[in-house]
């Protein structure tokens, strides 16, 4: 008789599993069981079907019932939910949400990829109408007839992570006045705090409205188009449409239900081949829990590719091949708000803390192609690696262009153990409309390499209330004049050889720019005279962000 493998969830690891799966046997008979109404959907790319850049809504549909059996001879049962798993038996109790049928089907391999939850506020009247998630073509459907039929013209988004700031940026170049409430100090929480800033600055201008550190207290019906939305700080905000992007949940009650092994963090517990605590059972994508690989502790992750490289591993070994590992998941993401980039890869500086890893961090803003080609624009980037290997330990970033293509060429090197000598050493692409001779990547690796060989002392905003060092602004006059750092002393770098009589020798000088370039210049010049001089990587730029939250 033939094995049967049946998948619960046909969304990315789900139906990542089921075409893996055939491609490995035309024997196994596969069916996937989901209990929406669609299968393999990118839900990724609901904001953007909301904010009309996806204009045609079936784009959304990465394959169709149809498809899978045309193509792969897999059986695909839409609004069926299984309810109930016999290990002992191998069977499912599975639920018709059409006829309110039930029945129960026999497996040999059995794959759970449930997914996660949308979670709503804990607050008084979160079920009103008018307060919508953002996980489902329906989902993305509701929101659209809601505005449409009440005419929306403000919008409150409750989160400011990936779908929160997706959401803003849609909504928002449909015309609708955006407010993000975020009970946080930050938007996007999986960067460090001062790259957020530049995130902040950017939503700011672009005419989001900021409320951050701030909760939802109570949801109110104020009329039937408007929403009365009552915060933390006491305002009460009216609105045409909620919607709450406070993150999700791991979907693991028929796990639970099963007996099978349930981790801390509240996913499912799979080893390196995503088989569960049964044998005849696998896991994957956004139910489960995963190791981080370079902390080495479990973590969440709902993300796509990790979800999809999991579905794909779990068929490999059901089907009876010889696959790596899982190897974990470091993270890796873009996202996009109000045309701004945010991307990051690996641990930053708040990880590394938590850990306790010992760690060097630097900043730069070079731009993302050559200078003197028309439209260049500044590449952001935080760099995290130990000391004293220099092996990469993570990188954020920030800007209008080329932010992704950085993230990746480091995502890259983290996965191969790469170290910034690396990074210093990389050939990658060069033509002025693409990148510079010394690509923003090689300058990470060569500012942190003169950091490892002594050619760079630094020291860091964060370190200097505790220090009374002699604080010298390298900058020109102008920019000294429009805002400096307390007490700082101002000798423009074109000037330093010649003023170096106003700088003290029994002091440690700690010297600033803009964003860190020119500083480094000055310290090679004192160095070499003999003074005790570090640099300040990210430089004043850098000084307000940390002012802005010691407030």
Known sequence: MKKRLLIV????????????????????????????????FANCGLPYYVG????????????????????????????????????????????????????????????????????KPPVKGADIQGIFTVKTIPDADDILDWISRHKVHDALIIGGGFIGCEMAENLHELGIKVRIVEMLPQLMPQVDAEMAWFIHSHVKQSGITLSLHTKVMEFERDSESTICVTLSSGEVVKTGIVISA????????????????MSPSGGITVDNYMQTSDPAVWA???AVESIHVLSGKPVLLPLAGPANRQGRLAADVMMGTNPEPFRGVQGTFVCGIAGLTVASTGLGERNCKDSGIQYEKIYLSPYHHAGYYPGAA???????????????????SVGMEGVDKRIDVISMAIQNNGTVYDLEQAELCYAPQYGSAKDPVNMAGMIAVNILRGFHPVAHWDDIKQNRAFILDVRTKREYQNGHYPDAVNIPLDTLRNELDKIPGDREILVYCLSGQRSYYAVRILLEYGFNAKNIPGGYMFYRDYDEYDE
């Open 9 to 40: 969830g046909g969304v990315a690891a789900g139906a990542s599993c089921a075409a893996r799966a055939r491609r490995l046997s035309e024997e196994t008979e596969i069916i996937i069981f989901e209990r929406g109404n669609y299968v393999s």
């Open 52 to 119: 009309h850049k996806i204009k045609i809504r079936e784009k959304l549909l990465v394959a169709t019932p149809d498809y899978f059996k045309r193509r792969f001879q897999i059986e695909v049962r839409l609004e069926h939910e299984v309810t109930a798993i016999d290990r002992g038996k191998k069977t499912i109790t599975v639920m018709d949400l059409k006829s309110g049928q039930e029945y129960t089907e026999q497996y040999d391999f059995l794959m759970l990829a449930p997914g996660a939850r949308a979670v």
């Open 246 to 261: 406070t993150g999700v949940r791991p979907d693991t009650a028929l796990a639970k239900e099963a007996g099978l092994a």
């Open 284 to 286: 994957a994508g956004d």
């Open 378 to 396: 500044p590449v952001t980037m935080k760099l995290v690696f130990s000391k004293p290997d220099g092996k990469i330990l993570g990188a954020q």
